[in-house]
């Protein structure tokens, strides 16, 4: 049983913002499939956030760049904020539209299959880094 919206607010969901826009939630990929990419793209900001901040870090170092520790402080915890959401919204975004319009298990199984990727990804990484490291460097 349906609990989530109408069809006809399930197909012109977008209407509230003013764009008339249809929108259809039906799955044409396999739950491995979007879970594989929310994985990648969540590693893939990860790693260019990763990148910024280190590019940061030696442009304040190398300019000899002083900041107060508040300052400091806040931006770290506003950088860790602002990147929860964007990573939150990568994986679990699509999944809570499933939720609410009534399709919980096709929920459920991306999640699961995100997290699955994430810690596939996060090995594969952790074992390039750990037999290959010493090469690269």
Not at 76 to 105: H, K, M, T
């Amino acid at each position: 049983r349906n609990r989530g919206c109408q069809p006809r607010e399930r197909i012109w969901l977008v209407e509230t913002l003013g764009r008339g826009i249809p929108v259809s939630f039906g799955m044409k990929h396999s739950s491995k499939a979007i879970g594989l990419l929310q994985a990648a793209g969540l590693a893939l900001y990860v790693g260019l956030f990763a990148a910024i901040a280190f590019r940061v870090r030696e442009f304040t170092m190398g300019e000899g760049v002083s900041v107060h520790p508040v300052v400091g402080i806040s931006l770290f915890l506003l950088a860790f904020v602002i990147s929860a959401v964007i990573s939150g919204s990568i994986v679990l975004a699509y999944p809570a539209v499933l939720f609410f319009d009534g399709r919980r298990p096709d929920a459920l199984k991306i999640v699961f299959w995100s997290a699955v990727w994430l810690i596939t990804i996060f090995f594969l990484v952790a074992l390039v880094v750990f037999f290959v490291g010493d090469l690269i460097q």
